[in-house]
Structures are given as C-alpha cells and as structure tokens.
C-alpha cells in the first residue's frame, strides 16, 4: 500500500484495522467510537505500549513509510499519528 492519495479519513480506517487486529490477536475486543481524538494509551482503548509498538510496525509494513526514521516524534491520538504517515 502506498500513502499517495490517502487522506485523514482513509489513514485513519488504515490505523482503526490495525488497531482491531492488535486486539483480537490478544484476544481483547473494543467496539468504543474510534476517530482522531482517539487516545492510544492511558483511556478506554485497551492498547499498552507493546500494542503501540506493534501498531508502529504494521504501519510501516502497510504504507512503506517511517515517520520515526529520523527518531521519535511525539503523539498521542489517532488523528496524530494519522497525520506522521500523510506527512511522508
């Protein structure tokens, strides 16, 4: 999958999926509302830094983009980190 052409809405479904997929395969299930203001850590979604890590990684196998090459760059809600991978 590329980036070129994506835009926040269509990220965010890319982000939302991997999200589910995280979930299931630790056998957690989450029907909250997902959308930017979605927070990964420390609110309802049930996602620890592992998840985060992991969501990192299916990411950058998803688009070919790593916002993080140059080092880490600060985010905490769906709509955040969205906006790192259309950047690229």
């Known amino acids: 999958m590329t980036t070129i052409g994506l835009n ?3 990220m ?3 982000i939302h ?3 589910l997929k995280i979930l299931a395969d630790k056998g957690a299930t989450w ?3 997902f ?4 927070k990964f850590l420390g609110d309802a ?3 620890d830094s592992l998840d985060l ?3 990192l990684v299916a990411m950058e196998q998803k688009t070919g983009q790593d916002p993080f090459r140059a080092g880490f760059r600060q985010f905490t809600t769906a709509g ?3 906006a790192l991978y259309l950047e690229g």
Request: hydrophobic content about 50%.
């Open 8 to 10: 926040a809405g269509a």
């Open 12 to 14: 965010l479904a890319v």
């Open 17 to 19: 999926n991997e999200v």
């Open 31 to 33: 029907a909250g509302p």
């Open 35 to 38: 959308g930017p203001e979605t």
């Open 45 to 47: 979604l049930p996602f």
């Open 53 to 55: 890590a992991t969501l």
């Open 80 to 82: 955040e980190l969205a």
